[in-house]
């Protein structure tokens, strides 16, 4: 029998990129956002989640949501969270481009477009 989804899932978007949602974020965070820092604030929301599920969780990642696949996998492999208690969901199509930079140079995109076969292939966990 097949596990059924789980009943709440934590997109990863605003812990995977230092500027995707900006609201209180320097407040919370300060201007200057390390991979470091962001790890451990999405180790945290994640430690959060499996308690409130510990049956089951879902993690939804992107390429869009920047280091989302990379804090993801770093976080069950350090929490070794045994498979059967996650369902991990990803997409492509659009990929991650600022470099971790929260500003840009007026016109940089954030992120592209891209429905290729080249970057179609999945991330390792």
């Excluded at 709440?8 to 991979?35: C, E, K, T």
Aim: contains cysteine; glycine residues 8%.
């Amino acid at each position: 029998m097949k596990a059924a989804l789980p009943r709440v899932g934590l997109g990863m978007a605003a812990l995977g990129r230092p500027g995707y949602i900006n609201l209180s974020r320097d407040a919370i965070l300060g201007q200057d956002r390390p991979v470091e820092t962001m790890q451990k604030q999405a180790d945290s929301v994640m430690d959060k989640l499996f308690e409130i599920c510990p049956d089951r969780a879902w993690l939804d990642c992107a390429r869009s949501y920047g280091l989302s696949e990379k804090f993801v996998g770093e976080y069950l492999r350090d929490r070794k969270v045994p498979a059967d208690k996650v369902f991990v969901s990803s997409k492509w199509g659009y990929t991650y481009v600022a470099d971790w930079n929260v500003k840009l140079k007026e016109g940089e995109p954030h992120e592209v477009k891209d429905h290729s076969t080249e970057v179609s292939s999945c991330t390792e966990l």
